[in-house]
T-cell receptor, first 114, second 110 residues
Framework: DSGVTQTPKHLITATGQRVTLRCSPR?????VYWYQQSLDQGLQFLIQ???????AKGNILERFSAQQFPDLHSELNLSSLELGDSALYFC?????????????FGPGTRLTVL | AQRVTQPEKLLSVFKGAPVELKCNYS??????LFWYVQYSRQRLQLLLR??SRESIKGFTADLNKGETSFHLKKPFAQEEDSAMYYC????????????FGKGTKLTVNP
């Protein structure tokens, strides 16, 4: 599959814990975006990386952080987890050089905090 | 402020009927708008970009800058169109994030 991949698919953890979500962009895409989808807030942009550097921040909590590695995969780290962090976390990638501005989404990681 | 509004949470139509999913936006710059679709338990997929003016799966959407709208239309709905539909605005100027509406769940009944 040459599309965006995310691992794990599901994650169940307890409050106060820390988890890492992983995303591999489409081959050749330098931009990676993270979004959170929850029932009350809908789809919210968290953060964008471009070729290893942070480009933009959205509604991302200080307990959350991300990075993009030299091989362009990205990780989203969520710490001191709270019940309200339970959500679906999507990663997307795009090829800005194409000028199409289209973002391709991964299947998401469903996080449940108990 | 950047905002996308989809006024209908739920929309139910019968097969063969026309369908229109409404989307209004608020953006100070030149908007670039998209429709994404999410079928049950699947990832978000791009359905339409306003710039390309394509017609995908029979859906079309026209950007109306005067009314700040980007409504999605299909003349004859099919059962397989049942899904969640999200309208999204791409912000520009360095921060190319998508601002999403809350989504409309479309159900096409037989």
């Amino acid at each position: 599959d040459s599309g965006v991949t995310q691992t794990p698919k599901h994650l169940i953890t307890a409050t106060g814990q820390r988890v890492t979500l992983r995303c591999s962009p489409r081959s050749g895409d330098l931009s990676v975006y993270w979004y959170q989808q929850s029932l009350d807030q809908g789809l919210q942009f968290l953060i964008q990386y471009y070729n290893g550097e942070e480009r933009a921040k959205g509604n991302i909590l200080e307990r959350f952080s991300a990075q993009q590695f030299p091989d362009l995969h990205s990780e989203l780290n969520l710490s001191s987890l709270e019940l309200g962090d339970s959500a679906l976390y999507f990663c997307a990638s795009s090829d800005r050089s194409s000028g199409r501005n289209e973002q391709f989404f991964g299947p998401g990681t469903r996080l449940t905090v108990l | 402020a950047q905002r996308v509004t989809q006024p209908e949470k739920l929309l139910s139509v019968f097969k063969g009927a026309p369908v229109e999913l409404k989307c209004n936006y608020s953006y100070s710059g030149s908007p670039e708008l998209f429709w994404y679709v999410q079928y049950s338990r699947q990832r978000l997929q791009l359905l339409l970009r306003h710039i390309s003016r394509e017609s995908i799966k029979g859906f079309t959407a026209d950007l109306n800058k005067g009314e700040t709208s980007f409504h999605l239309k299909k003349p004859f709905a099919q059962e397989e169109d049942s899904a969640m539909y999200y309208c999204a605005l791409l912000t520009q100027g360095g921060s190319e994030k998508l601002v999403f509406g809350k989504g409309t769940k479309l159900t096409v009944n037989p």
